[in-house]
């Protein structure tokens, strides 16, 4: 079993940043993809970003440019620079093991205009 934990949301002006981190603990051998998604209230669940175990990232084209998913393994960090009103929602890590896919608890990130 795998869980992962995350940290470092907040409340935080338009133009500031945050850092956020997710913490895998459990059996982590075998870890494959790490990554982040988000939620605001009323949307979808979406992809943020991504790293793999070789270190390749894929970001959502509304982040490209101003977030930065980065892995220092058991733990994946999401740098969140230059932020906007609407990166506001719940942020949640995931990890991939094997064909099983864990969730955090979700992290709470607001910016305010």
């Known amino acids: 079993q795998v869980q992962v934990v995350e940290s470092g949301g907040g409340l935080v002006q338009a133009g500031g940043s945050l850092r956020l981190s997710c913490a895998a603990s459990?059996?982590?051998?075998?870890?494959?993809?790490m990554g982040w998604y988000r939620q605001a209230p009323g949307n979808e669940r979406e992809l943020v970003a991504l790293?793999?175990?070789?270190?390749n990232t894929n970001y959502a084209d509304s982040v490209k440019g101003r977030f930065t998913i980065s892995r220092n393994i058991p733990t994946v960090y999401l740098q969140m620079n230059s932020l906007k009103p609407d990166d506001t929602g719940v942020y949640y890590c995931y990890a991939d093991r094997l064909s099983t896919r864990v969730w955090g608890q979700g992290t709470q990130v607001t910016v305010s205009s």
């Open positions: 790293i793999t175990t070789g270190g």
């Open positions: 459990g059996s982590i051998a075998h870890l494959n993809a």
